[in-house]
């Protein structure tokens, strides 16, 4: 790959090149405006090397894909608009760039063109506030790295591929959840800015393995999940997730609401609630992501008697201590009204929710 020019030294050799190739390079982009965000009606961004984007992308198409075009076009040092549209600024730009990285000059975005523009839109070079739309599902491409890359730097365990799929999704869920937001999957405004606050990694940030469990931060992940909807298997890594909402299965599914909402919705069941409670709370994966009955054995918890509990502990219902079928996190006294409390999962067609302790189950202290 030829050595990469500074940003303000290839744009200026760019242009000069342009110019002498297209008549109306060098005025073209001087007159393109200097935006850098999405218009409001832009097509969502689509990777350029995606199947969904043709092998060569010409002046006329409107798509995702120029979006994306506009988009790395802007984080090497062009200033057009970024609506989607593949016009006459899309073009001079594209010229530019071909001219400044030793490429044919046609404005054609082919394969040799896409690779250079991903490799001179590296990671760490796109704001993702003022150079990518919504992010969602689907998406690909330097934005989606970013993303990702400060998502792990926040405490995901994503692979920084620029794919988002289902383990993007459901960091970014968990992110939303613990920073008050709606929980949707779609990095929008309100998400970007959380990402760059000075107190982004406040929360949904594992501690340290080891660090003695505060209940008062485990109680705080789950009150994150409120609203969250119940999912069955959702929480569980089906898809190689972490811990926190995920896509859920059908696979013994026996809920009322038909058909199964599991496989296409984004959630938490009752084990996968504790589990990230704990995950993001204590710093620890109970039953590495283990059904109930499997999370009753694990090392984290030992079993004591009712009138032993304290917020934090775990209430299992079942046949007995090992063979169980729900689960509930132990909140404590409210504090306005002095009534025992729990967070709970319960079940399809409900959300996490706050709600009055029921008893009668197996309680379990849960240590470091």
Same mark, same amino acid.
């Given at each position: ?49 995606s ?17 994306q ?22 073009l ?10 030793? &490429?044919? +000059? #046609? %404005?054609?975005? $082919? =394969?040799? !063109?896409?690779? /250079?523009?991903?490799a001179?839109? @590296? ?34 365990? &994503?692979? +920084? #591929? %620029?794919?988002? $799929? =289902?383990? !993007?999704?459901t /960091?970014?869920?968990?992110?939303? @959840?613990f ?45 994150a ?5 119940y ?19 059908c ?37 590495n992501?283990?059904?109930t ?14 009138s ?23 909140a404590?006294?409210?504090p ?32 470091a």
């Amino acid at each position: 790959m030829p050595t990469l020019l500074p940003a303000r030294r290839r744009l200026a050799l760019g242009l000069a090149l342009a110019a002498v190739v297209s008549g109306f390079g060098a005025l073209a982009a001087s007159a393109a405006p200097a935006a850098t965000a999405p218009t409001p009606t832009a097509p969502t961004p689509i990777g350029l090397t995606s199947p969904a984007c043709p092998v060569d992308i010409r002046q006329g198409e409107a798509d995702g894909c120029v979006t994306q075009l506009q988009l790395e076009l802007n984080a090497t040092g062009a200033a057009i608009a970024v609506d989607g549209q593949f016009g006459p600024g899309t073009l001079t730009a594209v010229r530019v760039f071909q001219a400044a990285h030793a &490429l044919a +000059v #046609d %404005g054609i975005v $082919g =394969p040799g !063109t896409k690779s /250079a523009l991903d490799a001179a839109a @590296a990671p760490g070079t796109v704001d993702l506030r003022t150079q990518c739309g919504d992010l969602r599902t689907g998406a690909s491409g330097p934005c989606v790295t970013t993303l990702q890359t400060m998502l792990n730097k926040l405490g995901a365990r &994503l692979g +920084v #591929d %620029g794919q988002f $799929g =289902p383990a !993007t999704d459901t /960091a970014v869920r968990d992110f939303q @959840a613990f920073h008050g937001l709606g929980v949707d999957g779609v990095v929008g405004q309100g998400t970007k800015a959380a990402l760059y606050s000075g107190n982004a990694g406040s929360t949904g940030t594992p501690p340290p393995p080891g660090t003695p469990v505060d209940p008062g931060k485990v109680l705080a992940a789950a009150k994150a999940f409120l609203s969250v909807p119940y999912v069955w298997g959702g929480g569980h890594s089906l898809r190689g997730e972490g811990p926190g909402p995920s896509l859920g299965t059908c696979d013994g599914y026996t809920g009322s609401i038909q058909p199964c909402p599991a496989d296409t919705t984004a959630g938490l069941d009752c084990s996968g609630l504790v589990r990230a409670a704990y995950w993001f709370g204590a710093g620890f994966d109970l039953a590495n992501g283990g059904d109930t009955n499997q999370q009753t054995l694990d090392r984290h918890l030992t079993q004591v008697t009712e009138s032993q509990r304290r917020p934090g502990d775990l209430e299992y219902f079942g046949t007995d201590a090992h063979t169980t079928t729900h689960v509930v996190l132990y909140a404590g006294a409210d504090p306005a009204t002095g009534a025992d409390m729990m967070y709970e999962a319960k079940e399809t067609g409900t959300d996490v929710h706050y709600v009055g302790l029921r008893t009668g189950g197996f309680w379990y202290h849960v240590t470091a």
